[in-house]
């Protein structure tokens, strides 16, 4: 499968933001996705954003796109302790349909 | 309510002791998947079905198989279950296979395999 690469761990204070980064190596992905993983769930699509955008804003969520560098990257404005979940990025890339390719998931802790 | 479900959430097996976990949709969705998730590694999948009695191998199917007899079911057998497939599954599906479908994720089932 690709590559899709996020670090393991990140704590921020509540009412900071969080960044949470992850690259991919497959240019020609169409979708990339941001997915949220609670204790003891499944996982939950965040949001996503297409590939020929930049940047996508959702209420407290911002994605960001840098196609040149395959850099993805969320943050979360004003992050509170329900924010405190492990967050999967995926790319989507169409080639067949085994196509949706995980990253290893950053797990964010908000400390109160 | 539309949703995956996974049967059982939790599971301790031994070696060789053969098992499925059911997975059901209520959606109509024509795709549907199983994933491992292990630590570090983030979500492999296992295996995947396009439609009705067409399914195929993703990038960890060894040790499992699964069939898709009804759109709604997806179930996945290991017949002789290790250690090493001590993991977190899930089982998802979508209406299609296009980006743009958003994928549905069960809750999950934990494997421990002694």
């Known amino acids: 499968g690709e590559d899709v690469e996020q670090s393991l761990f990140l704590s921020v204070r509540e009412g900071d933001s969080s960044v949470i980064n992850c690259t991919y190596t497959d240019s020609s992905s169409t979708y990339l996705y941001w997915y949220k993983q609670e204790p003891g769930a499944g996982l939950q699509l965040l949001t996503y954003?297409?590939?020929?955008?930049d940047m996508k804003q959702d209420q407290r969520l911002t994605v960001l796109l840098n196609k040149k560098d395959k850099h993805l990257s969320l943050r979360i404005a004003d992050t509170q302790t329900g924010d405190s979940a492990i967050y999967f990025c995926a790319e989507f890339v169409e080639s067949g349909a085994n196509n949706l390719f995980f990253g290893t998931g950053t797990r964010l802790t908000v400390i109160p | 309510e539309a949703q995956v479900t996974q049967n059982p959430r939790y599971l301790i097996t031994v070696t060789g002791k053969k098992l499925t976990v059911t997975c059901s949709q209520n959606m109509n969705h024509e795709y549907m998947s199983w994933y491992r998730q292990d630590p570090g590694l983030g979500l492999r999948q296992i295996y995947y079905s396009m439609n009705v009695e067409v399914t195929d191998k993703g990038d960890v199917p060894e040790g499992y198989k699964v069939s898709r007899k009804e759109k709604r079911n997806f179930p996945l057998i290991l017949e002789s279950p290790s250690p090493n497939q001590t993991s977190l599954y899930f089982c998802?599906?979508?209406?299609?296979?296009?980006?743009?479908?958003?994928?549905?994720f069960g809750p999950g089932t934990r494997l421990t395999v002694l």
């Open positions: 998802a599906s979508s209406f299609g296979t296009s980006g743009r479908n958003e994928q549905f």
């Open positions: 954003i297409f590939s020929n955008m």
